[in-house]
């Protein structure tokens, strides 16, 4: 029975995800995937998007690939409406691995605080609006989370091999972990996460009692096996430019724009620019604002449980989690709203030990009330069902812009957008906007934007390589400009560079049209006259103040 209820989530999860993955275009990140999966397909494993590791890049290219050979089928040609569009392809992989995460933090779950929590867990994970959307785009973040649990699984079930069952073993397990996290290294470089589990094991090695031991020489073979598993995961890490592109983007040589939008300010986005950078509450905003109300009030209250010593010894694992995950992220200069996604089991975990606790509250009142002890079960399974519901009934409301729900606290629809606006549309409008460009611009008109790659490649996929796409932030670029041209002011993509041209465009013309995400409006178009052209250069311009952003 238990494996079919995991099942039936796996299935349904894999229905929200992977449903309408074409509804939205691609973005600036996913173009570059799969510039690198046509790289590697042409050269083989190259350096391509080498500041990424390669494993699910490698998956992104398998995908590709079977889809393009499904589409040169018999049945496909006798029936369009099967082809299947490269962005589905390019994120198929995700919505795969996010489906599949369910089973793996139930795993977790069950081995920390019982089979009802992983269950809880496992069906908020499913149908939470927020890990939809991270699950259904081209990032590694998603395979990051499974392979982070699938090795906790095997270190957790190390520990109760190690505790409890004396005849057997944990060896084997301790290295399934680390091969599990050399896959998760090879999905994303993110070693903190390592040190979740290690400082786990630390905290029980006070305790004379513990046959918890792992010592030096099985710690020295469990980071071999790794390092091994990391290495076939991802060869390419062995090229020099792929180190080159690295020391890059340490060193902030890579960094495309110099600030991120959040809640209608600008804020500098380097992760070494600290408290000048994005407010520390910015991920609390974003849980407070983006979990389903019943999720969020049920986590909170988990959270709560989580310093009583009744709720059990797994709640130091999430609590490590939690606070390692903190110091990482939550006073950085430089956020993306992606990030929290290996936060986010440990979020269901602790919604479902805080909709387990009140189930059994309500249980025990109802059984006094009716005076029947049996009451209790339905009791229980009625307030969970209404958790769980209720984040089913988010995500259907919110599909196929799973990215845009707003819970009733954050202000519901009408505030879609506007807190997040960059990660919120991830670029899901320049398809449609390119579109609507190729039906009127002239031949080898301008379109400036802050996303020429990605404006070029459907410019091409609308038969018009004849547009030229130019940066929006590149003064020589924009001195080219003529009347005709155009300028896509995209939401989410005004930056402390074009910000003073964008707001005397904005008053010294009018869009010609607007795109929208669903019913969310993302992006100004604006064909340039003489007027707009004298705004974008600043002639003949009033003083724009700061606070009129």
Known sequence: MLAVALGVLVIVGFGFRATGLSSEGLSEDELNKLIAVTDYRQHGLTSANSEHPLLMKGTLTISVIAAEKWNQTALVAA????NVPVESAIRLPNAIVGALTVVVLYLVASELFGIEVGLIAAALWTFDPLVIGFNRIAKEDTFLVFFFLLANFF??????????????RPEPFYWATAAAFGAMMASKYFPQMIAISVAYNYTFQGIPATRWRIGKKRFLKFFLIM??????CNPTILLPETWRTILKVASYRMIGHDS???????????YTDWFRGEPWYFYFVLLGTKLPVLTLLSAALGLVLMFQRKTGDGRYFVLLWLFIWSMS?????????????SALPAVMIMAAIGVQFVARKLARLCARVFEHQSVKVYAQAVLASLVIISAFWSATTAAPHYRLYVNALGGGPARAGTMFPQDEF??????DTMTEIAKHAPRGARVASELPLVAAYYAERAHRPDLVCVELSDAVEIAKLSPGDFVMDAHGRTYFNNQAMLLRLRQASRPSFTITVGTTPAADVYV??????DALSGKDSAQIKNEAF
């Not at 992220?329 to 996604?341: E, I, Q």
């Not at 340039?528 to 052209?533: M, N, P, Q, R, Y």
């Open 260 to 270: 991120y939008e959040f809640m209608g300010g600008l804020y500098p986005h380097l």
């Open 528 to 533: 340039l006259d003489k007027v707009s052209i």
């Open 227 to 232: 390092g091994v598993v990391f290495l076939i």
């Open 426 to 431: 991830y670029d899901a409008y320049v398809q």
């Open 329 to 341: 992220f939550l006073f950085a200069g430089g956020k993306f709203t992606r990030y929290v996604t």
């Open 155 to 168: 270190w957790l079930r190390g520990q109760r091999v190690a505790e409890s069952q004396p005849h057997r």
């Open 79 to 82: 029936h369009p409406e099967l």
